[in-house]
C-alpha cells in the first residue's frame, strides 16, 4: 500500500513539472522568476526574419533576326551567332556540295590535335606534284627543306599551300590517305554527318574521263561549325588573323613570305578569319569571322559568282548581322 501511495504522488509530481517547466520558461511570469534575463528564454523564444524574395535574374540579350537577310550571290551560305549558337541566316546550308581549299580547316584541326608542333617536317617530291599536277595553290615551297608543323600551318592556311597540306598529311598520318581517315574520324567526333574528305586540300581529283572523283563534300552548315570549333583553338584563331607570315632563312629551309588569301582581314574591321577556297566545281568560297561590340560572328559562303563577291557576300552578311536588335530569347 505504501509504494502504491508512493508511486502515485510520483506521478503526480512529473505532471506538475511538465505543466510548470514551458509556464517559467515561455512567460513572463516564468522571465520575471528568473530576473527577466534568462538565457533560456532568450535562445528558445523563436524571431521571425523579414522574408527577402530572391529576384527572378534577367535574360541576357541576343542578337535577334528582324526583317528580311540581304541578297547574295553565294547558292549556300550561313551566318551564325558564335555567342549564342543561333543561325541568324541559313541558303541551302544543308545541301552537300564541294568546298575547295575551306578543307583546309579540318587539315589544320587534324594536325593540332594529333601532331607534334615543334616536329620538323622534310619536303618531299609528292608535295611538289600535288600543285603541279592539280594546277593547285602553292606556299612555293621547296624539296628538302625541313620546317616545323607550326610553321607549316601557316603555310597551309594563309597562301593556302596545297604543298603544305600534303606534306602536313604525310608527317602527321604517315601517308596521305591515313592522314585523310583522320580527317574523316574527326569530322564523324564532331557530329559532321553530311562532310567526307578524299584529301586534305580540297583540290577536284579526276578519273581517266575526266569526270569530278565523288566524296569530297560538306555543307554550309557543317562548315559553319566545324569553324566554330576551330577557333576556340588560340593558336588556330592566331594563324588565320594572320595577314603576313615571314619565315627567316636557317640552316635547314629557304627564306619564307606568306601573305593570307583572306583579303577581308584588310577590308572589314573586325574580321577575324578565316579561309578562302576556290575551285571550278565548288566556286568562289569564304569562311569567315568577325567581332564587333563584344559580339561573334562566322560564317559560310559556297559558289559565289566571283572571288570579289564572296568578300561582298560576306560583308553583306555580317553588317546586317552585327545591325540586329538585341532583345531578350523568348522563354
Known amino acids: 500500500m505504501t509504494r502504491r501511495t508512493l508511486a502515485f504522488i510520483l506521478i503526480i509530481v512529473a505532471i506538475l513539472l511538465l505543466l510548470l517547466v514551458p509556464v517559467l520558461i515561455l512567460t513572463p511570469v516564468g522571465q520575471d522568476l528568473f530576473g527577466g534575463s534568462s538565457q533560456a528564454a ?32 553565294a547558292t549556300e551560305a550561313i551566318l551564325m551567332d558564335a555567342d549564342t549558337g543561333h543561325i541568324l541566316d541559313d541558303v541551302n ?92 574520324l574527326f569530322a564523324y567526333r564532331l557530329h559532321l554527318y553530311q562532310t567526307h574528305y578524299i584529301n586534305p586540300d580540297g583540290l577536284t581529283y579526276y578519273d581517266a574521263s575526266g569526270h569530278p572523283l565523288p566524296g569530297h563534300y560538306t555543307t554550309a ?46 577590308t572589314y574591321t573586325g574580321a577575324t578569319g578565316i579561309k578562302t577556297g576556290y575551285t571550278l566545281e565548288a566556286g568562289e568560297c569564304l569562311v569567315f569571322s568577325a567581332t564587333r561590340s563584344t559580339h561573334h560572328l562566322i560564317g559560310v559562303v559556297l559558289h559565289s559568282s566571283d572571288a570579289v563577291s564572296r568578300f561582298n557576300d560576306a560583308k553583306l552578311l555580317l553588317n546586317w548581322g552585327f545591325g540586329l536588335p538585341l532583345l531578350p530569347p523568348p522563354p
Open 42 to 73: 532568450l535562445y528558445l523564444t523563436p524571431t521571425l526574419l523579414p522574408f527577402t524574395p530572391t529576384p527572378t535574374p534577367q535574360p541576357t540579350p541576343v542578337l535577334t533576326v528582324e526583317g528580311k537577310p540581304p541578297t547574295i550571290t
Open 93 to 184: 546550308a544543308e545541301r552537300p556540295v564541294p568546298m575547295a581549299s575551306t578543307t583546309k580547316i579540318m587539315t589544320a584541326l587534324v594536325a593540332l590535335r594529333a601532331g607534334n608542333l615543334n616536329e620538323l617536317v622534310t619536303i618531299h617530291q609528292d608535295a611538289i606534284n600535288e600543285v603541279i599536277l592539280n594546277d593547285g595553290s602553292n606556299a612555293q615551297l621547296r624539296v628538302g627543306d625541313q620546317i616545323s608543323l607550326k610553321d607549316l600551318l601557316y603555310a597551309l592556311l594563309l597562301p593556302s599551300g596545297d604543298d603544305a597540306a600534303i606534306a602536313i598529311a604525310d608527317a602527321v598520318g604517315g601517308t596521305t590517305s591515313n592522314f585523310v581517315n583522320l580527317m574523316n
Open 221 to 266: 552548315y557543317d562548315l559553319v561549325r566545324l569553324a566554330d570549333y576551330a577557333m576556340s583553338i588560340p593558336l588556330f584563331a592566331q594563324i588565320v588573323a594572320t595577314k603576313h607570315y615571314t619565315l627567316p632563312a636557317s640552316s635547314i629551309h629557304h627564306a619564307y613570305n606568306w601573305t593570307n588569301t583572306n583579303l577581308l582581314l584588310s
